[in-house]
């Protein structure tokens, strides 16, 4: 069975840091892209960033780009977000998602940024 | 960024009754290579997204085959052929071709 546990969330002050991690499991996670999607209260899904297997390639939207990093380590199955520079509106539930089409989801994590 | 337009915003159905979702995209989302990279989301109250369609049609793992989706171009569509109570929640459709990848605003089925 396919297991992704988010964890790291919290409330933070705007300018400051986090780091969230995403323990994977029952799938061989080196062979597999990976995600975050965040979704912010009551609103839609925004893709945050993808990671290819190797963790060579990185993709972000404008939002995030050089505030995020994403990042994996293969031999611990695990997933990372890097959130620097946080704003208010990056305020939202963060998940981590398995595969180029977003196959498998975690439950999610919240991260709340305000002073 | 590719916008995806999806209709109805609210869905009221019946169990048992078959219903569409539309998803219209600003741009074509067929690449160079002959694929078309738009898939299809349920969020169930309280519970984190799960893919239903990926590429289009394709049934995603272990999901009813009452779903279906179809569509090229710029124009997609996932049916439900007979709803049932656990088919509740806010359905959203995802683009991957172009980037950024892009979601839909949501289509929120409830029972009438």
């Known amino acids: 069975e396919v297991q992704l546990v988010e964890s790291g969330g919290g409330l933070v002050q705007p300018g400051r840091s986090l780091k969230l991690s995403c323990a994977a499991s029952?799938?061989?996670?080196?062979?597999?892209?990976m995600a975050w999607v965040r979704q912010a209260p009551k609103k839609g899904l925004e893709w945050v960033a993808t990671?290819?297997?190797?963790?060579?390639?990185?993709y972000y939207p404008d939002s995030v780009k050089g505030r995020f990093t994403i990042s994996r380590d293969n031999a611990k199955s695990s997933l990372y977000l890097q959130m620097n520079s946080l704003k208010s509106e990056d305020t939202a539930t963060y998940y981590c998602?398995?595969?180029?089409?977003?196959?498998?989801w975690g439950q999610g994590v919240m991260v709340t940024v305000s002073s | 960024d590719v916008v995806l337009t999806q209709t109805p915003s609210t869905l009221s159905a019946t169990i048992g009754q078959s219903v569409s979702i539309s998803c219209r995209s600003s741009?074509?989302?067929?690449?160079?290579?002959?694929?078309?990279?738009l898939y299809w989301y349920l969020q169930r109250p309280g519970q984190s997204p799960q893919l239903l369609i990926y590429?289009?049609?394709n049934l995603g793992s272990g999901v009813p085959n009452r779903f279906s989706g179809s569509g090229s171009g710029t124009d997609f569509t996932l049916k439900i052929s007979g709803v049932e109570a656990e088919d509740l929640g806010v359905y959203y459709c995802?683009?991957?071709?172009?980037?950024?990848?892009?979601f839909g605003a949501g289509t929120k089925l409830e029972l009438k």
């Open positions: 990671i290819s297997t190797s963790g060579s390639r990185t």
């Open positions: 741009q074509s989302l067929l690449d160079s290579a002959g694929n078309t990279y």
């Open positions: 998602a398995s595969g180029g089409g977003f196959d498998y």
């Open positions: 590429l289009v049609s």
């Open positions: 029952g799938f061989t996670f080196s062979n597999y892209y």
């Open positions: 995802m683009q991957a071709t172009h980037a950024p990848y892009t």
